[in-house]
């Protein structure tokens, strides 16, 4: 008994096509995809990218948006649209017209300070740069292997109030013998004891003042099967490299205020910071020497 033939169908309407060997966002539309690899629809947001825009190539290589897998090379998928400039021998990254955009949020900073002084704060700020690299949430949740710290509307990278809190409390813990059953200590900090009370001074995010700078940073893990409970540590292992974005060569603005206009909270909390940035540093892998700071004057 003879099969008859298969009736054709008609031909699915050709999708629309991205040009050939081109780098696109995924899982968005080509049109899409067009508006943001355009220099005048350029998205400035390095948190949306990180997140949401990582690129991804089509490798069946015929033009189709049906196919598409993520690019081999980790280092490009963490340095998305940053573009590179060298600056004697060391490589920076940059994302290109974030300078008004900085500056702006400054701005906006300033007026929230002076909001907090007309209210009755007494309010401090200071300008600090990392003396080397300095990475805030390298361990957060996110689609790649790292993260990085950004503000969610502006995708400049801060250093959250709550750490720089933290980071206060843990020097005067560890370094002044205070606690608190020590009153200077109970009024910044606030205390859990009878007498519970929140801490007196604010710390607010710290942001840079300029566009910032990043530097593409790597971590060689050589026994990542081990690690796995897959292998017995050896040397014919193969290394994993895994890229990371870091913050150099960038200046942060930090305030602090304090409550009912107390100089004396404030003074402390603001000493008590600085040296705990210049002696422990602030974010992921102090230990090599990442996140601390050399503070400038106070106004």
Known sequence: MKRGRKRKGKKKEQRREYPRGWMTPFPLPWDTARLLQSK??????????????????????????TALEPMPSAKHRKAPMLSSSKRGDIEYLELSGLD?????????????????RQRGYALKTFQARPKWRMVVGLGGASVLETDITLHHLYGLPIIPGSALKGLARSYTLLNEGRDEDD??????????KESKRAGGVVFFDAFPV?????QLDVMNPHYGEYYRGQSPPADYLSPTPVYFLTVARTTFLFALAARDGRQEWLRAAVGWLQKGMETMGVGAKTTAGYGYFAPKEVR
């Not at 005048?40 to 089509?58: G, K, P, V």
């Not at 300033?110 to 909001?115: L, Q």
């Not at 300029?210 to 990043?214: G, V």
């Open 183 to 192: 009153p200077l200590f109970a009024d910044v900090f606030g205390t859990v």
């Open 210 to 214: 300029a566009s910032p700078r990043f």
């Open 100 to 116: 008004d955009l900085a500056t702006a949020y400054v701005q906006r900073q300033v007026e929230v300070f002076s909001d907090y």
């Open 40 to 65: 005048q629809n350029q998205c400035l947001n390095l948190s949306l990218w990180l997140d949401y825009y990582i690129a991804w190539r089509d490798w069946n290589d015929k033009g189709s948006d």
